[in-house]
């Protein structure tokens, strides 16, 4: 079975704009999950999707928005993008049923 | 509220000796617990998770993790370390009593030394 696979790979965007991120879960995997990671930071949690529904939520603000589709692919978009944006964004799928979340490679958000 | 702490951001062993990584964690439930690594330009890749049962738990490359409940721990251990076991290492725990999210450690940078 093919892995998560997050595009892209690498983002450089300026002050202002908004950027969207795409996330293909493992095939039959309907949970998906987005983090984002800084240094000393670790895993901020982001939030879930199950089944084309937002089941949790972390502590960001509103320009941080995600969507699942019918087919479990997931988008997140961030408006209005400010310099501590800048992060590695990582999304995880699960099978339902099991304990645990397998990871993409991640996409890289560079805000200048 | 749930939380992990990583109480080191950085692990220095000699090659061959015995590693540690430390985890301790707060729930209001039954804690389900996990260890991930990741290496550089990577995501994370799982280790090894506690669910319920013998509170010594074996994973992948060696690694194990015991369960300690009365102390909410759940340290990370090899018996010997390996240079290519060098990476950042996260604990993260499940709160059975708060839904499905996931509560990451900020993380503990390994570092082998050859």
């Known amino acids: 079975k ?66 699942q589709f019918s087919n479990s692919r997931s988008e997140m978009n961030v ?15 699960s099978p339902l049923g099991e304990n645990i979340q397998y990871f993409g490679a991640g996409t890289r958000l560079s805000v200048l | ?38 290496y550089p330009n990577r995501g994370l890749q799982f280790l090894l998770k506690y ?11 060696g690694f194990e993790a015991e369960f300690n409940k009365s102390q909410t721990s759940f340290h990370l251990k090899k018996p010997s370390a390996l240079v290519s076991d060098s990476a950042l290492y996260f604990c993260a725990v499940r709160d059975s009593m708060a839904g499905n999210q996931f509560y990451f450690g900020t993380g503990t940078s390994l570092t082998v030394i050859p």
Not at chain 1, 27 to 42: E, I, K, M, N
Request: overall charge positive.
């Open chain 2, 51 to 61: 669910i319920t049962g013998d509170n010594l738990v074996k994973g992948s490359y």
């Open chain 1, 79 to 93: 408006s209005t993008l400010e310099l501590g944006d800048s992060a590695l964004y990582l999304c995880a799928s």
């Open chain 1, 2 to 67: 093919a892995g998560v696979t997050q595009t892209p790979r690498y983002l450089i965007k300026t002050r202002g704009q908004q950027v969207t991120l795409s996330c293909s879960p493992i095939s039959g995997h309907r949970s998906v999950s987005w983090y984002q990671q800084t240094p000393g930071q670790g895993l901020q949690f982001l939030f879930e999707y199950f089944s084309e529904t937002q089941r949790n939520k972390g502590n960001f603000p509103g320009r941080f928005s995600g969507r």
């Open chain 2, 1 to 38: 509220a749930q939380s992990v702490a990583q109480p080191e951001d950085q692990v220095n062993v000699a090659e061959g000796n015995p590693l540690t990584v430390k985890c301790t964690y707060s729930v209001s439930g039954n804690p389900y617990l996990f260890w991930y690594v990741q």
